[in-house]
């Protein structure tokens, strides 16, 4: 069955570790955080796309497999 909601975490683009914001700030594009790992600083819209990405292949994933499973009980 499909998902209807899904969770994508946003990711350090250089260790790959989860990133914890500030949940008081609005982030834009441009805006920087930093690593808790490895004190790099991300983009925020390239973390943004990179999570859209993520999200979109998850969707396509969980259709992928519901039409498997559709099409596997009219055989």
Do not use: H, P, R
């Amino acid at each position: 069955m499909i998902e209807e909601n899904f969770t994508v975490s946003l990711t350090c683009l250089f260790c790959d570790v989860g990133l914890e914001g500030d949940t008081c700030v609005e982030y834009k594009s441009g805006d920087l955080i930093k690593c808790q790992n490895c004190d790099a600083e991300n983009d925020y819209g390239s973390l943004i796309e990179i999570a859209k990405s993520k999200g979109i292949e998850k969707v396509k994933l969980d259709i992928e497999n519901e039409l498997k499973n559709i099409f596997k009980k009219f055989k």
